[in-house]
């Protein structure tokens, strides 16, 4: 999209179809703060009081992405009586691609390019290569230490000198760079049973490269990544370093479609998935996060996994795919994608976001066509906690498509000392739900 065009709200409430136990396209993708705070707002809560946006199932994961700490803690409790059930169909935003109804339309026998029109309309196909830089979130802990592998080097991104760090300390089992005074970098090594020892200071920041993928050692595990791994300061001139990996768009595609979607859909399916995840990363790169990186590796962006995610089968896919992406006056568009849409894609203020009954979505191998929720007196009170027990809720409007009228876009909490007026995206986000269309039963 041109850089004259208003820039669209980041908000990728999906979920994703892949790689945990359940079904996995679509978890919620929080791209904006300004989504929480909005919600906080509403309901008269402390900004900073929700908790982050993380993987829900489908695709990403098995817990509800985005539950307030009461409401989680609520659940199951077989001594409070349900006070709010719900029914509810699809996961996620709705905009653009439909994870579960591009599975649909593959099954049915589809393309991906048909796939790709329907979801992402008045737009076209363009090609799109370059490299990409992706925030490792998981790497929190300031320093970036990594295994040793065959031919890793350190290159101080400043003045461009090089160290052959294998060839200096051939029995060093692990490296690590961390701020130094003056903003260099310390290259450091620790032998097997040893402490770390310092190999020396380069100027600036520096990024660590090898012939093959580079075992990044976090807080959580380890994990290997293509390309470069660098240590930057998140910002200009900052002591707090964070790790981030450069490589090639493809490739960091090999470590997205599968964290995406699962690898045993059709090729189809998984052939617009790598288009979508092609064109959102290209889209981001336009509108970098940090100085440091373009992207993050959470539901917040899209989901990235590194080499380990790699699987043959989205491999082909991104291949088949090569370069491929959607794009609008010459420029990749903003291509948001969400588990389900229940039926019915939504629409926005951008031209290829419309309002339009998917004939896919809605097969019967989606397990997101119908689904319910129960919530009783204390979770609804912690959720929102300002206006005393809750008395009701009353849905005031939808966006008038499809079943029960679409989805909710207003709706008002009466509690015993107040009330609040919220959006629909409010009311999911503050109780965990899949989506906004949804109907009191």
Known sequence: MSRKSPRPVRTRLNSRPGSRPAPRPGAPRLRAAAAG?????????????????????????????????????????????????????GYGHGRGLSQWGAQGAAVQGESWRSIVRFYYPRTKLGSIGGKVSVWISGDSDRNTVVRTVRGLTARSLSSGRTIALTGKR?????????????????????LRGGQWTRLRLLPGEVELSARKPIPLVTPGGTTRYRGTLRSTAENEGGRRRVTVNVLPLEKYLRGVVPSEVYTSWDADAIRAQAVAARTYAAFERSEPLSRA????????????????????????????????????????????????????????????????????????????????????????????????????????????????????????????????????????YLLGMRSTWFRKI
């Open 37 to 89: 705070l909005a919600a906080c707002l509403v309901v008269g809560l402390a900004p900073g009081s929700l908790p982050a946006a993380s993987a829900a199932d489908p695709g990403s994961g098995t817990s509800a992405e985005g539950v307030p700490a009461g409401v989680a803690a609520g659940r199951g409790d077989g001594r409070a009586t349900v006070k709010l059930r719900l029914q509810g169909r």
């Open 170 to 190: 051939p029995n060093a089992v692990a490296w690590r760079l961390r701020w130094a005074k003056g903003g260099s970098t310390e290259v450091a090594y620790r």
């Open 293 to 428: 990186y373009q992207i993050c590796d959470t539901t917040q962006c899209q989901v990235y996994g590194g080499a380990d995610a790699e699987h043959p089968a989205t491999d082909a896919a991104i291949k088949a795919t090569g370069k491929v992406a959607v794009v609008r006056g010459g420029e990749p568009i903003f291509a948001q994608f969400s588990a389900s849409n229940g039926g019915w894609t939504q629409g926005s203020s951008l031209p290829y976001q419309v309002d339009q009954r998917d004939p896919w979505d809605r097969w019967s191998g989606n397990p997101y066509n119908s689904w319910e929720v129960s919530f009783t007196g204390p979770e609804l009170r912690s959720a929102f906690p300002v206006i005393g027990a809750i008395k009701r809720v009353k849905i005031l409007a939808r966006d008038g498509n499809g079943a029960w009228g679409g989805r909710v876009t207003s709706v008002r909490v009466v509690g015993g000392t107040g009330s609040r007026t919220m959006t629909g995206d409010d009311f999911r």
